[in-house]
């Protein structure tokens, strides 16, 4: 049984993350915890004398988003979901949102977050949002980022972008390895090369290695030269019909390389293709 974990602050495109994960999970076994965070960051008094009245808390923040959480699960029931295996629970929590996201994946065993992300708007910090663009850095568990303009098909072409630099343990790969036999997808391991350099001998020893990890799925390797990462990866995307994209967090350079920059006039990925993001666990 997977426990997914679905933040929701009553948005669009939370909705939208949450009909994705359904279906997404629709023939596994799930528990799916329905999370709204009362963030502090929203109402701490600007002057510090103040102390937070808890009756106040109560019946303005914390008794209205228990009673919209249960009319969001209402809301989850009409869409259909796979009675017989999903299991749906409704979360509140009052504090900092990432503190409380890291609290209930340790609480709850969480296996996988789906959080929903707003449209590109040509600043790089929201460009996937700032909660889930926290949740991907911060918490160290599976991230299933779905964009307000995705909609559910079943991914049968999977991109993984990497710099080949494997500084992580290959176990973190698990899920990616997963949902590709799940779906019986392809998997098109991406490398781009800024230089025209030929590859490092360790680098072509990297090769071998997630050759040897991914031998019972269908996968192969891509090549690509260009000198902007995300302009590579968009080419990839359009031209393979990718469905998914998966990236390995600790790799951070070269994630920020294509999530987190400015220039996204180009850059429609971020727009309606998912990006599962996988991290070593503790």
Excluded at 62 to 89: C, D, M, V, W
Excluded at 171 to 194: C, G, Q, W
Excluded at 273 to 278: A, D, F, G, T
Aim: glycine share 2%.
């Amino acid at each position: 049984m997977k426990n997914v974990l679905l933040p929701t602050d009553f948005s669009e495109n939370s909705w939208n993350a949450i009909k994705y994960a359904i279906h997404f999970f629709n023939a596994i076994e799930c528990g799916f915890y329905v999370l709204h965070v009362n963030s502090l960051n929203n109402f701490i008094p600007q002057d510090e004398t103040l102390t937070l009245d808890s009756y106040y808390l109560e019946n303005t923040y914390i008794k209205p988003a228990k009673q919209r959480l249960r009319n969001f699960i209402k809301r989850i029931s009409i869409l259909g979901p796979n009675k017989e295996k999903h299991k749906f629970f409704a979360l509140t929590e009052t504090g900092f949102f990432i503190d409380s996201i890291r609290k209930i994946v340790k609480e709850k065993q969480i296996d996988f977050i789906v959080m929903g992300t707003k449209g590109t708007s040509g600043l790089s910090e929201i460009i996937l949002g700032t909660n889930t663009a926290d949740v991907i850095t911060k918490v160290k568990c599976t991230t299933l980022a779905v964009p307000e303009n995705a909609e559910f098909v079943p991914p049968k072409e999977i991109a993984f972008p990497t710099d080949l630099n494997l500084t992580y343990n290959l176990d973190v790969l698990h899920p990616l390895s997963e949902i590709t036999e799940h779906f019986k997808a392809s998997l098109r391991i991406l490398h781009i090369n800024k230089n025209k350099e030929h590859l490092k001998e360790d680098l072509d020893e990297n090769i071998t290695l997630l050759k040897d990890y991914f031998t019972d799925i269908k996968s192969s390797f891509h090549h690509l030269t260009n000198k902007k990462v995300e302009d590579a990866v968009q080419c990839f995307v359009e031209s393979r019909a990718i469905d998914l994209i998966c990236m390995v967090a600790k790799n951070l350079n070269y994630f920020q390389q294509i999530f987190f920059h400015s220039k996204v006039e180009k850059i429609s990925y971020h727009t309606d293709k998912p990006l599962l993001v996988l991290h070593e666990k503790n």
